[in-house]
């Protein structure tokens, strides 16, 4: 099937409860499960028979969103977790749990991201180091330094949109025994699948394109054989998972997917177009732009025709106080956090994704202060543009 179907049904039982039509897969509430005998409830906590046991080890609707999730992003099996985070924790302890614990991480990625490597794992004495991933010999000059149990990208950058070959790293990664992780939040599997390209774990910020509509937190680890294990015991143990109701918005959100995605990237290029002629705009980032200095790897990761919904754009002559009035100016866009919904969202880094990680870091990461991030909703793209031309214009005038 190909991936715009398997959005629709992949996931789905045949036959739902009392004949139910099987897209609405149900919200199973219940935390433990009745048995025929207590030696087949025995043969359930053993594995040796299917079923569930208790919610925190498996549920029948989050079962559903993650058979949903790994035949899109071409895994062994998956795990829904409470949010991004929470799945970039499990995915990164899964990688370190029987290896060096060092992480060779890129350089520019989300900043929470560098915050949970600086707060959760650096003090139990896990060791991280950056390295420009787009960069193939320092890549491999890093690995060959460092021996890391673990390499870290996120399959588009946030919020500089740079992309790195994850088949290189990962041939890299694997030749060194450690394991290459993905962050695949901003592609979402119908633009890039990194299994495919070698990664051993894909992670999601579920609450962004999967569920789509603003209204979920959640995440998702997709992972290869060898892993899929040791993310699930690790989950048992520490109990992350994603709630049922949050499971049942995430697939209602994914049936839409293909869709939403398809109309995000066409507002995004156009978007990335208009603004790379604007007067007060100093510089468009965009996957789109054919001068970009990744188009081979774009090329070669990318589903074809596709960039991605995302583009980040400098402010004329902006300072902190500049970016801040124009983003009071919008009407209609979201000027917040967040990303992939349907409606179009603005995030301004130095106050927002990236407020944690110092001003040094954010200048090595090239993030400068007159640098906003939009995703593109769905909405038509004529009243985005006017929305942001509107508030643009006056940020030039002020800005004289
Ligand atoms: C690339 C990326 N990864 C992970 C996360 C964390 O996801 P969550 O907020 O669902 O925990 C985010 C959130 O913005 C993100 O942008």
């Known amino acids: 099937m190909k991936i715009e179907t398997q959005v629709v049904h992949a996931g789905d039982r045949k036959r739902g409860d009392g004949g139910a039509v099987p897209s609405t897969t149900p919200i199973h509430l219940a935390t433990t499960y009745f048995y025929e005998s207590t030696a087949q409830l025995d043969r359930v906590f053993g594995q040796e028979e299917e079923g569930h046991t208790y ?3 498996s549920n029948p609707t989050n079962e559903a969103l993650e058979t949903l999730v790994t035949a899109l992003e071409g895994g062994f099996g998956s795990l829904a977790t409470a949010s991004g985070m929470a799945a970039l924790q499990i995915a990164f302890q899964a990688a370190l749990l029987e290896r060096p614990h060092r992480v060779l991480a890129a350089n520019a990625i989300y900043g929470s991201t560098v915050k949970m490597a600086e707060q959760l794992f650096m003090p139990f004495g896990v060791d991280f180091s950056y390295v420009d991933i787009c960069d193939l010999d320092a890549v491999e000059r890093a690995i060959a330094d460092k021996q890391p149990g673990c390499v870290f990208m996120e399959s588009v950058s946030n919020p500089l ?3 790195g070959r994850i088949d290189k790293v990962a041939e890299l990664a694997r030749a060194a025994g ?9 592609a979402t599997p119908l633009l890039v699948r990194p299994l495919e390209f070698g990664a051993n774990m894909v992670v999601h910020s579920a609450t962004k394109y999967l569920a789509g509509h603003g209204d979920v937190l959640g995440g998702m680890v997709v992972c290869d054989e060898e892993h899929y294990e040791t993310v699930r015991t690790l989950a048992r143990v520490a109990g992350p998972v994603l709630g049922p109701f949050e499971s049942y918005l995430t697939m209602r959100g994914i049936k839409t997917l293909a869709v939403r995605f398809e109309r995000q990237c066409e507002n995004a290029k156009v978007l990335a177009e208009r603004l790379a002629t604007h007067p007060c705009v100093e510089r468009v980032y965009y996957c789109g732009d054919p001068v970009h200095p990744d188009a081979c790897a ?5 589903t074809p025709g596709m960039y991605g919904g995302i583009l980040s754009f400098e402010i004329k002559g902006a300072d902190k106080a500049g970016v801040m009035a124009f983003m009071d100016r919008l009407k209609m866009i979201v000027a917040g956090t967040s990303l992939g919904d349907v409606h179009t969202l603005l995030l301004y ?4 994704s990236h407020r944690d990680i110092s001003p040094k870091m954010r200048e090595r990461m090239g993030i400068r202060e007159n640098l906003v991030r939009v995703a593109a909703g769905i909405e038509a793209v004529e009243d985005i543009l006017a929305d942001l031309d509107a508030a643009l214009s006056t940020a030039c005038a002020k800005a004289g």
């Open 55 to 57: 919610s925190r080890y």
């Open 161 to 163: 949109l740079r992309v």
């Open 178 to 186: 450690a394991a290459l992780v993905v962050d695949s939040t901003f």
């Open 298 to 302: 774009i090329k070669h990761l990318f």
């Open 349 to 352: 880094p130095t106050i927002a």
